[in-house]
């Protein structure tokens, strides 16, 4: 958005989820950490006890998280709202191109929105939530899922080590995910009630770093960065950063690890009805009664 620092690279991020849902088929799409968020969000409303006749799903993909949803029967109409036009043809039912970060909805008309593993990527997160504030209807719930701080430490830093020994120098190669604390304090900014975050940390493990790479590259997700080395990475600067990660985190057997962390938003738009934290001095019990020390019986 203008004014927002351009951190990632909104027309890259466009053109590989473009280029992904050209040339891979449904089933060998690598969507096991969508699918977890899907399983979760479900969960999730499956809990809330309200109907949610308008809802949208935020940087859809190809529609698996609308789709998991739309089983439940507390959703009316659910809308898939993506970017990458080629990536949104395999959804079904109701989609619209449109960028994570102009949502193209009139004020207090949604009475749910969703996002699966998008949201990380805007350049302006806060301004991108106050959009989806303002598109609920009064008590619409937000509920979005976003990769935290942790996810991908261990490719971070060998290809960190890698390139500062083969160039010289290290640029950024691993997008930087927010924190968990941070991400809850946007929430309450953008002005939603009863504000929480939580977060699932997953490790999976691959047979090589370069697994690991290749299924980043099919997942549409390779550096997104801005600032990215635009020059292409050499066959040597490629295996020492898989020898480093190898040598520091691999496992008895040859396998290696990664870390992913997924944080979830939930917060809901303003409402008479919501509980409201207690005016400053209007307890009836002092704190100091509850917390006075008893007598210890002898």
């Known amino acids: 958005m203008p004014g927002a620092p351009q951190i990632f690279d909104r027309k890259s991020i466009r053109t590989r989820r473009d280029r992904v849902a050209q040339t891979t088929s449904g089933t060998n799409l690598p969507d096991f950490l969508l699918e977890r968020v899907a399983e979760d969000f479900a969960e999730r409303l499956s809990l809330v006890r309200r109907n949610f006749p308008v809802a949208v799903s935020l940087g859809a993909y190809h529609g698996l998280l609308a789709e998991r949803l739309r089983a439940l029967p507390a959703i009316g109409t659910i809308i898939d709202v993506e970017p990458s036009l080629v990536s949104l043809g395999r959804a079904h039912g109701l989609k619209v191109v449109a960028d994570d970060e102009a ?14 593993l998008s949201l ?23 509920l979005g899922a976003l ?15 890698a390139e500062d020994e083969v160039l ?37 493990t691959y047979a090589s770093p ?14 997104p960065l801005t600032e ?3 020059t292409p990475v050499t066959r040597g600067l ?6 480093i990660y190898q040598e520091r985190f691999g496992r008895p057997g040859g396998r290696v690890p990664a870390t992913f962390e ?34 210890k019986d002898l």
């Open 120 to 142: 990380h990527l805007v350049n302006d997160l806060p301004g991108a939530l106050i959009q989806i504030g303002r598109a609920l209807k009064p008590d619409g719930l937000f």
């Open 210 to 223: 370069l697994a690991l790479m290749q299924e980043i590259k099919a997942m549409a997700a390779s550096n």
């Open 103 to 116: 949502l193209p909805f009139a004020a207090a008309s949604l009475d749910l929105v969703v996002s699966g």
């Open 228 to 230: 990215r080395r635009r």
């Open 262 to 295: 997924i944080v979830t938003l939930t917060g809901w738009a303003p409402h008479e009805s919501q509980q409201k934290p207690l005016r400053p001095g209007s307890a009836e019990v002092s704190l100091k009664d509850v917390l006075k020390p008893r007598s």
């Open 238 to 243: 490629l295996l020492r950063a898989a020898e």
């Open 168 to 204: 010289g120098g290290a640029s950024p190669r691993v997008a930087p995910f927010a924190d968990v604390r941070e991400l809850g304090g946007l929430l309450q900014r953008a002005g939603f009630a009863l504000p929480v975050a939580d977060n699932d940390v997953i490790e999976v």
């Open 147 to 161: 990769l935290g701080g942790e996810t991908l430490k261990e490719l971070r830093e060998a290809w960190i080590l």
